[in-house]
């Protein structure tokens, strides 16, 4: 299993960066633009919702040229420091996120994604992952904090 880590400071409160980091239209906001990132499936439907405890959230992308739909489960969830979603259905064999927040100051949080994934496809995917999908990863996740960042510092 691959793991991968990424943190950003952001200045902003701990509760604005939690809900922020959970905020369904966001997410689809401040991901790649050519990936053309939608939500099919949520818990409130498919408008401003923030995903809690339990629910699960249907997204549907274009990676690697090919349109696929990962649904995710948040499994755990501990206001405002942590939550936890793990894939449910989509490409990988296995995949979780854990999204942790930490005070840093009165208006200043970081904010740490792990991830964890196992691709699909036995010793095709296991060469995938080693020489394309990490990085692919890594560079999704560092991409798309650099824009939350952007978006609630402004």
Same mark, same amino acid.
């Given at each position: 299993?691959?793991s991968?880590?990424?943190?950003?400071t952001?200045?902003?409160?701990?509760r604005?960066?939690?809900d922020?980091?959970?905020?369904?239209?966001?997410h689809? =906001?401040?991901?790649?633009? @050519?990936?053309? &990132?939608?939500?099919?499936? *949520?818990?409130g439907g498919?408008?401003?919702? $923030?995903?809690?405890?339990?629910?699960?959230?249907?997204?549907?992308?274009?990676?690697?040229?090919?349109r696929?739909q990962?649904?995710s489960?948040?499994?755990?969830?501990?206001p405002?420091?942590?939550?936890?979603?793990?894939?449910?259905?989509?490409?990988?064999? =296995?995949?979780?996120?854990? @999204?942790?927040? &930490?005070?840093?100051g009165? *208006?200043?949080?970081?904010?740490?994604?792990? $991830?964890y994934?196992?691709?699909?496809?036995?010793w095709?995917?296991r060469?995938?992952?080693?020489?394309?999908?990490?990085?692919?990863?890594?560079?999704?996740?560092?991409?798309?904090?650099?824009?939350?960042?952007k978006m609630?510092?402004?």
């Amino acid at each position: 299993m691959i793991s991968i880590q990424s943190e950003i400071t952001i200045d902003r409160p701990i509760r604005c960066c939690f809900d922020a980091a959970r905020d369904l239209d966001l997410h689809t =906001r401040t991901v790649w633009k @050519h990936t053309h &990132e939608k939500v099919i499936s *949520s818990p409130g439907g498919i408008d401003g919702q $923030l995903i809690g405890y339990g629910e699960m959230v249907t997204f549907e992308a274009t990676h690697f040229l090919v349109r696929q739909q990962l649904t995710s489960k948040v499994v755990a969830f501990e206001p405002p420091y942590m939550f936890t979603d793990q894939m449910q259905q989509g490409a990988f064999h =296995r995949m979780t996120h854990i @999204h942790e927040f &930490e005070v840093l100051g009165p *208006s200043s949080t970081r904010l740490r994604d792990t $991830l964890y994934f196992e691709a699909p496809y036995g010793w095709v995917g296991r060469l995938a992952k080693r020489f394309i999908l990490q990085s692919y990863m890594k560079n999704f996740l560092e991409y798309r904090n650099k824009q939350l960042k952007k978006m609630l510092e402004s």
